[in-house]
């Protein structure tokens, strides 16, 4: 059974930055970052392939978020930049496509002055 810690969310203020963690028990998968607002279905936010190599955004997101893993810690990382109001939500980290069973407890940001 795969475990998905993630971490490093908290209170910023709009057009601040965060950085999330997610320590997977998971290597040669293809991640993903997904977040889901009150009132809101999950969404897929950024995926990076297992080597790293490749990654895709939202287009919400687009140009604000990076994704980045580290192999050797089993790590995934999401960069957080300028954020919005609207990005205000639990993320939380999943394979990509997501699978139902390995959902944590995901961690929240909130995006308010």
């Known amino acids: 059974q795969a475990q998905l810690v993630e971490s490093g969310g908290g209170l910023v203020q709009p057009g601040g930055s965060l950085r999330l963690s997610c320590a997977a028990s998971?290597?040669?998968?293809?991640m993903g970052w997904y977040r889901q607002a009150p009132g809101s279905q999950r969404e897929l936010v950024a995926r990076?392939?297992?080597?790293?190599?490749?990654?895709a955004y939202a287009d919400s997101v687009k140009g604000r978020f990076t994704i980045s893993r580290d192999i050797t810690k089993n790590t995934v990382y999401l960069q957080l930049n300028s954020l919005k109001s609207e990005d205000t939500a639990v993320y939380y980290c999943n394979k990509y496509p997501a699978r139902a069973d390995y959902w944590g407890k995901g961690t929240l940001v909130t995006v308010s002055s």
């Open positions: 998971l290597s040669i998968y293809d």
């Open positions: 990076i392939s297992w080597t790293g190599g490749a990654t």
